[in-house]
Structures are given as structure tokens and as C-alpha cells.
């Protein structure tokens, strides 16, 4: 009995099309995992005057993969991540209803951003006492607050208020968070935390301030 190939049947009694659509659908699992659109939803955007308002509400959840609440403080003085503006907590928590509309979004929260300096960051990773504080603290917070993931916008490690030191630390800082992150999901049976870092883009800056390979690993 020759297999079932929906309409059509090629020459040779196969399904041509069959397989077409296999590997079309390969395609596009693939594609689809692949693919990420990150976008930034700034605390400063709720302040702007008239039309320019933008809130939690106002964002489309189709058109970005990952949103990111930017900024939070990676605080060197309670070495934990605290909020910027008073209601930033309310406004989280209205970002995370937009996964009702879709359940695939996913919402971290960006610690850091150009005015945030070097200062707290270099502080934090400095030793690995107050870097696993840190790592605990925030983590509690990332999920008591419903996020996906950390997004560390530190510009730049070694720069603007840091230490020679920073570009090191900065790969041992992203090693334990990693590790923690997979701990905890297994620990919680919760999808692991994802992590993200928005770095400089220009070759000779980043060649300076990352360790590239051990930081793509
Ligand atoms: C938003 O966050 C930045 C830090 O990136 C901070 O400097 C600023 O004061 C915050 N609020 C507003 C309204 O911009
Ligand atoms: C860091 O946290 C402390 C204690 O929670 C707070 O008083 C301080 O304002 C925070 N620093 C920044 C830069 O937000």
C-alpha cells in the first residue's frame, strides 16, 4: 500500500510533498527559535507629555520576543537590584499582563544603562562575597516580581567609573549567574532565568573591555 500523501502522489508513488512540508516546517521551528526581537521599554517614557505617554498598556505584545523594563539598579549598597521610580513595581507588573495576550513573551529586567556608570557594577563583582549576594538577591527578585530573565546593561566594564579588574570579573560575574540560574530552575521546576548583556558594539572597545570567547560559552 503506497502512504498517504494528502492529494497528490509522486511519480514514483512517494510523497514528494509531504516531505516538502517537512522540511519547510524544520525550517521554520528553527527560524523561530532563532529569531529574537528585543525591545526596551524605558521608566522614563511614562513622563513624556501628551501623545508621547507611553505605558505597559500602549505596547503591542506581538511585536517584540523579549521585552526589557529598563532601568533597574544593580545596587552596590544593598547589593540587590532596586527600583528607579516609585511605582516601577506597578508598572511591572502591568507589563507582565501582556503575556496573557501572548503567553510566548518573554519580560526581564535591564539593571544598569549609560547614567548608571561603572560605580555599583565594579563594586558588586569585586569579590565573590557581595557578587553571590547580589546573584541571591536578585534572583529573589526576578521572581518575585514574574520576570524571564536579567538583562545586565553595564557600560562599560573597566570604563566610566571601574577598574582594570572589571574585565575579568565581568566573565566570572556571568559564569555564576548562569549557574545559579540553572540551579534554581531545577530546584523551582520553573523555566530557567535567561540572561542577557547589552555590550559596546565597536570591535577595539569590546576587545578591551570583554573576554569574548569565554563569555560566548
Ligand atoms: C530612569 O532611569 C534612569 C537610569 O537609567 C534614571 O537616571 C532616571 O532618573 C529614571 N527616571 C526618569 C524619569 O528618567
Ligand atoms: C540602593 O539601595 C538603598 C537601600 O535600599 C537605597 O537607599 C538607595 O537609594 C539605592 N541606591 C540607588 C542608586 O538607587
Known sequence: MLP????KTSPRGGCANSLLVLVGLAAILSVSHAYIRV??????????????????????PFVCTHILFAFGVANATSNNITAIEWN????????MDLKIQNPNLKVLMAIGGWNARSTHFTQIVANDASMTQFNNNALAFLRQHKFDGLDIDWEYPTTRGGSPRDR???TVWLQSLRQLFEQEAIESKQPRLLLMAAVVGAIAPALAYYQIPQIVQ
Open 4 to 7: 498517504k500523501c494528502g492529494r
Open 39 to 60: 525591545c526596551y521599554y524605558t521608566n522614563w517614557s511614562q513622563f513624556r507629555p501628551s501623545k508621547g505617554r507611553f505605558l505597559p498598556e500602549n505596547i503591542d
Open 88 to 95: 516601577d513595581p506597578a508598572l511591572y507588573s502591568r507589563m
Open 168 to 170: 575579568r570579573r565581568f
